[in-house]
Nanobody, 123 residues
Framework: VQLVESGGALVQAGDSLSLSCTASGLTFADVAMAWFRQAPGKEREFVAGINWSGRNTYYADSVKGRFTISRDNAKNTVYLQMNSLKPEDTAVYYC?????????????????WGQGTQVTVSS
C-alpha cells in the first residue's frame, strides 16, 4: 500500500491551498480516508475524515468551515481544500487509510500512512 501526498507549500495567512493524496495497492472504494497534521513539538492530530462513499465527512473544530475533504474513487484520490489559512495551520499534513468503510478520528485506527507534505502559513 502506498499513499502519496502532494500540494504542500508556503503561503500567506488568508490564502487557500489544496492537498491531494493518491493511493495504490488497495481497494480505494473500500476504505475510509483522513487527513492528520503534526506541528513542531505537538502531537499528531485529526483534521478531517471521509467515509468510503464520500457521503459522510468529519472535521476537527479548528478547521470546520474552512477545510473541505473530498474523494474521487475513480482516481484513488482524496483531497483537502484549505481556505482562510492561519499560521496555526502550519504543520506536516498526512493522509491515512483505514481498512473500513467507516471513518475514525484516532490515528491508531488507521493502518496506512503517507509520508507527509509540509504546509507553512506565514502571518
Amino acid at each position: 500500500v502506498q499513499l502519496v501526498e502532494s500540494g504542500g507549500a508556503l503561503v500567506q495567512a488568508g490564502d487557500s491551498l489544496s492537498l491531494s493524496c493518491t493511493a495504490s495497492g488497495l481497494t480505494f472504494a473500500d476504505v475510509a480516508m483522513a487527513w492528520f497534521r503534526q506541528a513542531p513539538g505537538k502531537e499528531r492530530e485529526f483534521v478531517a475524515g471521509i467515509n468510503w462513499s464520500g457521503r459522510n465527512t468529519y472535521y476537527a473544530d479548528s478547521v470546520k468551515g474552512r477545510f473541505t475533504i473530498s474523494r474521487d474513487n475513480a482516481k484513488n484520490t482524496v483531497y483537502l481544500q484549505m481556505n482562510s489559512l492561519k499560521p496555526e495551520d502550519t504543520a506536516v499534513y498526512y493522509c491515512a487509510a483505514r481498512y473500513s468503510r467507516i471513518v475514525a478520528t484516532e490515528d491508531r485506527d488507521f493502518e496506512s500512512w503517507g509520508q507527509g507534505t509540509q504546509v507553512t502559513v506565514s502571518s
